[in-house]
């Protein structure tokens, strides 16, 4: 049965798009990240307490593994003081959604043998070894990632991603966040009979919650310039401390959006929440707005383009509107 997987997954890999290409580009590196337990009803949780923080690093390598696909991914995550313990090891094969433009399916496969094969991207005789064998499909935990703008984000579907290692019926809902320079993610395990939160983590690196929080700004265009015929073109996540992200109007246009908040560039006593809008490369924005620093929410009209930006609760989906 894997075999004929393969084949189907070798075929689907070879017809890639440019979205695949500039994630598996993205993707790639080292990132090192604050983690922090949200909330647990778990027992083991007391050796980690809630609020306190563990560094931990990610690496992400591509590998060459034709047999399963032309664009594969292995990622190796662990605590930053015990890098030859993995706690995490996947390889990520990453494919076009054929039914959604600029959506990209990110297919998880387990080694059934984990620390035989750390370090794998380093190792290209031992990834020479690697066959089907070795792996497992973790087929209802597949990511979807949308490509908006210069960023990534999405996650998993639904209340397939079964996990049992707390005896009960459970499903995990992971997101992600992938820019330039933002890598953010959220894991929740969730009861599966009625959907009740039992453990939430998130991971995040260049900002701190507690200090400077996460915004998604949604972007509007109008052809005509008239703000009657806004329609939504993208939503970027920005953190109020420099966070910036770049996407291309359908004039051709490519647009910087930079979010500034404690770290005020001008004057850091000043107490103000400032949103930027410019040119790529440019030497000044031609357009800002203004908000008080602890606000929920900044706006920043022009007509024929919009964009309103809500502060993301670390612990809720929800936005402000």
């Known amino acids: 049965m894997m075999e004929f ?11 890639d798009g440019g979205d695949v290409a500039a994630l598996q580009h993205l993707w790639t590196g080292v990132r090192d990240s604050s983690e922090q337990v949200v909330m647990s009803l778990e027992r083991g949780a007391a050796l980690w ?3 306190s923080e563990r560094r931990v690093r990610t690496v992400v390598a591509p590998v060459a593994a034709p047999w399963l696909g032309a664009h594969v991914l292995y990622l190796e995550e662990f605590l930053e003081d015990q890098p030859e313990v993995p706690r995490r090891q996947l390889l990520m094969l990453l494919e076009p959604r054929g039914d ?3 959506v990209v399916r990110v297919r998880l496969f387990t080694f059934l043998a984990p620390q035989r094969w750390t370090h794998l991207n380093y190792r290209p005789a031992l ?6 064998k070795d792996l497992a499909s973790s087929s209802g935990c597949e990511l979807l990632l949308n490509h908006a703008g210069d960023q990534f984000h999405g996650g998993t579907l639904g209340r397939h991603c079964l996990d049992y290692s707390a005896g009960a ?3 995990l809902d992971y997101q992600l966040l ?4 933002l890598y953010w993610y959220r894991r929740r395990v969730l009861r599966q009979s009625d959907g009740e939160l039992q453990q939430e983590v998130i991971g995040f690196n260049r900002f701190e919650p507690s200090e400077a929080r996460l915004y998604a700004c949604r972007v509007a265009w109008s052809a005509s310039g008239r703000r009657r015929d806004l329609q939504p073109l993208l939503t970027l996540d920005l953190y109020e401390a420099g966070g910036h992200g770049q996407f291309v109007t359908p004039d ?8 500034h908040g404690r770290d005020w560039p001008f004057a850091p006593d000043r107490d103000a929440l400032l949103l930027l809008l410019q040119e790529q490369g440019g030497d000044a ?4 707005a203004w908000a008080q620093v602890d606000t929920q929410r900044i706006a920043l009209e022009l007509g024929w383009l919009q964009v309103r930006c809500g502060a993301i609760a670390p612990d809720s989906d929800e936005l402000a509107q």
């Open 5 to 15: 997987l393969a084949a189907g997954l070798a075929a689907v890999g070879a017809a």
């Open 49 to 51: 307490p809630l609020q």
């Open 100 to 102: 959604q433009e600029h």
């Open 127 to 132: 990834l020479a070894q690697l066959a089907w």
């Open 169 to 171: 019926a459970r499903y």
């Open 178 to 181: 992938i820019s330039q320079d």
């Open 252 to 259: 051709g246009r490519t647009l910087e959006l930079t979010l």
């Open 285 to 288: 924005p031609f357009a800002t």
